[in-house]
């Protein structure tokens, strides 16, 4: 079964960092960009970054440029997002996606004080 | 590029056709698609290239358009479709969503 399980998610203070995690599993992950994308409670999508198979090509939404990093292992069949500089309005449930097709269940973030 | 879907929601009863429109703010070919999402879980994608069913997905749903404008019907409303369904540029960064349109049963 293809899947995509999350973690990593929590309460972070303001100007704080989180480290997402994805993992992949019953698809070959090194052949697929993979991508994130978040939501606010109760509120619309809005994607995040990609990651392209190799890993030498990255994109990013304006709103995240210079604090997030998106990376991946091929080894270890994960992909990760690395955040930096947290803001309250990064409060949002994280989603992991293979190529916006096959999709996680999604992890909480909470910047508050 | 800026998405513009109508409506924001609606009310329909069972076995009505139902159609949602999206608008881009520039020609996008067809790298566009369609997604269902309901209470508490991830969004589950419907169409990919403006008109493709995705895998699994009923045939009662399918998309059309090209250029900047695309819809998606649903040809007979059944409960279980009761969600909020989303269009998704995927023709240039960043990738962008429309606001949403949720579909509720009467």
């Known amino acids: 079964e293809e899947q995509l399980v999350e973690s990593g998610g929590g309460l972070v203070q303001p100007g704080g960092s989180l480290r997402l995690s994805c993992a992949a599993s019953?698809?070959?992950?090194?052949?697929?960009?993979m991508d994130w994308v978040r939501q606010v409670p109760g509120g619309g999508l809005e994607w995040v970054a990609n990651i392209r198979q190799d890993g030498n090509e990255k994109y990013y939404v304006d709103s995240v440029k210079g604090r997030f990093t998106i990376s991946r292992d091929n080894g270890k069949n994960s992909v990760y997002l690395q955040m930096n500089s947290l803001r309250a309005e990064d409060t949002a449930v994280y989603y992991c996606s293979r190529r916006l097709d096959l999709w996680g269940q999604g992890t909480m973030v909470t910047v508050s004080s | 590029i800026q998405m513009t879907q109508s409506p924001s929601s609606l009310s329909a009863s069972v076995g009505d056709r139902v159609t949602i429109t999206c608008r881009t703010s520039q020609a996008i070919r067809d790298e566009f698609g369609w997604y269902q999402q309901k209470p508490g879980k991830a969004p589950e994608r419907l169409i990919y290239a403006a008109s493709t069913l995705h895998s699994g997905v009923p045939s009662r749903f399918s998309g059309s358009g090209s250029g900047t404008e695309f819809t998606l019907t649903i040809s007979s409303l059944q409960p279980e479709d009761s969600a909020t369904y989303y269009c998704?540029?995927?023709?240039?960064?960043?990738?962008?969503f429309g606001q949403g349109t949720k579909v509720e049963i009467k």
């Open positions: 019953g698809f070959t992950f090194n052949t697929f960009w």
């Open positions: 998704l540029q995927y023709n240039s960064y960043p990738r962008t």
